[in-house]
C-alpha cells in the first residue's frame, strides 16, 4: 500500500523534524519542500533524507497533506498565497503554532479543505537532537474533528503522545510552555551568574545549577509533588534577609523577590512565619 504524500510549505526546525521521523516510520512519502531560499530547502531535504526542493508554488505537485512550517507571523501571508492555486482544494492542512490556533487557516474552508494545528512541546533549536528526543513528547492538537483524528495516528506511530486542545486556549497553553522551557534556562543563567561571580568556573556553575535543577525535575516527575527546600519552605527569616542583602541592587533581587512571593504559598509553615516572610519580600 502506497503512503501518503506530504508537502512543505516552510520547512524550519520543527517542520524538518516531524519530517524526517514521519519519513524513517513509514508515516508519510515527503514530496514538495518550498522555502524562502531554494538552498534552505536542499538543506531540509537533505536532513529529512527524501524530498523535492521546488523554487516556487508554481512548482508544487498536488499532494494529500500539506504542513506550514513557517514562523507564526507567516502563515496567514502562505494562506492567502496558497488559496489561489488549485493544488490545495480538499487537502488536509495544518500548521505548527503553538500560540496561534486552526482558525488562521479558515479561508481555506472554501476550498473544501480540512484544517487543523499540530504542536509538540518540545525544543526544536537544534533538530539532530529533537529527532532522538520527540519519542514521549505531548502534541497538542485542535481542528476539525476527522482531521484531529488522524493526526492522533500520525503523532502516536512516532511515538508522540496526544493532546486534544480548545481553539481558545491555545495562547494560555503556549504562554505555560514558555514558563516550562524558556524561563527555566532564564532562571538557569541567574544561578550560574551568580555562582560565577563569586568565584566558580563556568563549567562548574553550570554542573552546580543542572544538577539541582534535573533532581527537583525528577522528583516532582515520580512525587507529582512540589518537593520545596531551603529557607523558604523552613521559614528561616534570617536566611532570606542574608539572601536579599546578597542581591541588593542586582538583577537578580526582583526575580528572587517575585519567585518567593509565589513558592511560599507551598511552604509548610506556620501562618505567622509566612506572613512575615511575604511582608519582608514585599519590602524590598
Not at 67 to 75: E, F, G, K, M, S
Not at 111 to 120: F, K, R, V, W
Not at 257 to 266: N, T
Request: net charge positive.
Amino acid at each position: 500500500m502506497s503512503l501518503p504524500k506530504i508537502s512543505f510549505l516552510g520547512c524550519g526546525r520543527l517542520g524538518k523534524t516531524l519530517a524526517k521521523l514521519w519519513y524513517k516510520n513509514l508515516v508519510f512519502q515527503i514530496q514538495d519542500i518550498l522555502t524562502q531560499t531554494y538552498n534552505s530547502a536542499v538543506d531540509a531535504r537533505n536532513f529529512i533524507g527524501s524530498g523535492r526542493p521546488v523554487k516556487s508554488y508554481k512548482d508544487i505537485v498536488s499532494s494529500d497533506w500539506f504542513c506550514i512550517a513557517t514562523n507564526d507571523i507567516q502563515i496567514s501571508n502562505i494562506v492567502k498565497k496558497i488559496k489561489k492555486f488549485n493544488f490545495i482544494k480538499g487537502k488536509k492542512i495544518i500548521h505548527f503554532s503553538g500560540c496561534l490556533s486552526s482558525y488562521v487557516l479558515n479561508p481555506l474552508k472554501k476550498m473544501n479543505c480540512e484544517i487543523a494545528s499540530l504542536h509538540p512541546a518540545l525544543s526544536f533549536s537544534q533538530p539532530e537532537f529533537a529527532y532522538y528526543q520527540f519519542p514521549g513528547t505531548y502534541c497538542t492538537v485542535e481542528g476539525d474533528l476527522s482531521l484531529v483524528l488522524r493526526i492522533r495516528e500520525i503523532i502516536e506511530k512516532i511515538g508522540g503522545k496526544f493532546l486534544h486542545i480548545n481553539a481558545q486556549d491555545k495562547p494560555a497553553y503556549h504562554t505555560a510552555c514558555c514558563f516550562s522551557s524558556n524561563f527555566i534556562y532564564s532562571l538557569m543563567q541567574y544561578s550560574i551568574s551568580i555562582l560565577i561571580n563569586i568565584g566558580f568556573s563556568k563549567k562548574k556553575a553550570k554542573n552546580l545549577s543542572v544538577s539541582i535543577l534535573s533532581k527537583s525535575l525528577d522528583s516532582l516527575k515520580k512525587t507529582n509533588k512540589i518537593l520545596l527546600t531551603g529557607p523558604i519552605n523552613r521559614g528561616d527569616i534570617n536566611i532570606i534577609k542574608k539572601h536579599i542583602k546578597t542581591l541588593k541592587n542586582t538583577i537578580w533581587s526582583k526575580p528572587y523577590r517575585m519567585l518567593s512571593l509565589e513558592i511560599i504559598h507551598y511552604a509548610s509553615i506556620q501562618r505567622k512565619k509566612k506572613k512575615n516572610i511575604i511582608n519582608l519580600l514585599k519590602k524590598f
